[in-house]
């Protein structure tokens, strides 16, 4: 078995307090889980580290490359005015970085007279196209539209702020 998570005396604090304090367990793929304790003993803190939204102070974190690690919020904050497909939209934000950066490497391969330099752009442009065709980035206008549909969201709504939804609708894009 291959270990798909992995923290290893992980410490996090707040100041002068203490969150998480030499935390270390691994999992396995085909491993079950459950993370239990009670209010304020943790479990948000180390959940926002395994996703990404925070670091630890000490210790080391390692998730396998196959891992994508997401968080939901507790108390969603929206930003004003922001609209359903934007919110939809952000969900891709890294794929869509993956993008603008292949257009930018491919303009700076069409201006580099050095040999060496394009040479080093096109592997890097090469590099970027495997990557979008291996996290399946082409196209993602219409993933948005299969999601939001899938979600029960009409297109009208769309172009929605989303702090006009429901709180149900809010959960639903969450």
């Given amino acids: 078995m291959a270990t798909i998570i992995e923290f290893q005396d992980a410490v ?36 926002r ?20 690690a997401g968080f939901l919020e507790q108390q969603p904050r929206w930003e004003p005015g922001r609209t359903l497909w934007d919110e939809a939209q952000s969900a891709l934000a ?7 950066e292949a257009l930018s490497v491919a303009d700076a391969m069409g201006d580099a007279e050095d040999p060496v330099e394009h040479k080093q752009l096109a592997a890097r ?35 929605q702020p989303v702090e006009s939804l429901s709180g149900g609708e809010q959960n639903r894009l969450m």
Avoid: C
Wanted: proline share 3%; no cysteine; net charge positive.
């Fill in 94 to 100: 890294g794929l869509i970085a993956l993008q603008d």
């Fill in 125 to 159: 442009y090469d590099h970027l196209q495997h990557e979008i065709g291996r996290r399946d980035a082409y196209n993602l206008e219409n993933k948005i539209h299969r999601v939001l549909q899938g979600l029960r969201f009409r297109p009208e709504s769309w172009p």
């Fill in 12 to 47: 996090l604090g707040y100041g002068s307090k203490a969150i998480l304090r030499g935390i270390t367990f691994s999992i396995d793929t085909g491993d079950y889980f459950g993370l239990v304790g009670p209010n304020g003993a943790g479990k948000t803190t180390l959940l």
């Fill in 49 to 68: 580290i395994l996703a990404g939204k925070e670091d630890a102070d000490r210790g080391a974190v390692r998730l396998h490359a196959s891992v994508h």
